[in-house]
């Protein structure tokens, strides 16, 4: 779930940014006793994300206006499906209509692709993750998507774990320290449940990544022979992350060599928004 604080945040902020002075159109034109019903349709297949946010919208918006949620996060829907109704004043439902949809659409297309990477490795043990290359400010929403697609959440900050990347290593490098000994220095100043990655780009790497107490090993950009002799080196003291390279084209190929983590930014940095509207009748 999605942390309320965040959540009605986050909206109000979008609907703060749609209407900072209130909706001309709406005010101007339809009388403040108009009534309306509306369906959210699916004009596409696909799996549904964020329905709280929907319904936070029309809520924030106007207190009066009901929302009934015909769709949990993670049903699969065909096109024509009505996902959700709402009710209420027609000004409120018009002036909170394009972000609660641009939010559904959002998410929802996330969902969808992740749901599409999930199938694709199923039955060989492999999880598809996603990354923190998520649109800033709406990383819970994207992050509660990819849950809601079947994928699993990496880190979700720069607080939360460690993940020593190449960046990282080339400053070590270029002091002269050796991986290993840099890595057990680390994690001495660590509290002793910080889980910590690290990032790989070549097979010689690994041997110091677990000599200097790495918990994860990602590999990152290896081929496909590569990352099988990867997992055969690693033998299960680590998990073994791989990155890179990855699409539906290549995912499966890419879990078959015994990884146990696949993580993918183009879960949230390339999934396109998905076609649902919502068909306002006025009473």
Known sequence: ??????????????????????????????????????????????????????????????PGIAVELRAADGYRFGAGEALASVSGPARGILTAERVALNFAQRMSGIATVTAEYAAAVAGTGA??????KTTPGLRAFERHAVRSGGG?????????????????????????????????????RLPHTTHVVVEVDRLDQIEAALAGGAHTVMLDNFSLDDLRAGVERIAGRA?????????????????????????????????????LGLDVRID
């Open 239 to 275: 998990l073994v992350e791989a990155s890179g390279g990855v699409h539906l084209g290549t995912v499966r190929a890419i879990a078959e060599t015994g990884v146990d983590v696949i993580s993918v930014g183009a879960l949230t940095h390339s999934a396109r928004a998905l076609d």
């Open 1 to 62: 779930m999605i942390p309320q604080p965040i959540l009605t945040r986050t909206v109000q902020a979008a609907l703060e940014e749609d209407a900072p002075w209130g909706d001309l159109t709406s005010t101007a034109f339809l009388p403040e006793d108009a009534h309306a019903t509306a369906d959210l349709v699916a004009r596409e297949p696909g799996v549904f994300s964020g329905g709280d946010v929907f319904a936070a919208a029309f809520a924030l918006t106007d």
């Open 152 to 188: 699993s959440n990496h880190r979700r900050t720069l607080s939360d774990a460690v993940m020593a990347k190449d960046n990282h290593l080339a400053v070590l490098r270029a002091r002269g320290l050796d991986l290993a000994e840099a890595l057990r220095a680390g994690i001495a």
């Open 127 to 132: 999880r598809i993750a996603d990354t923190r």
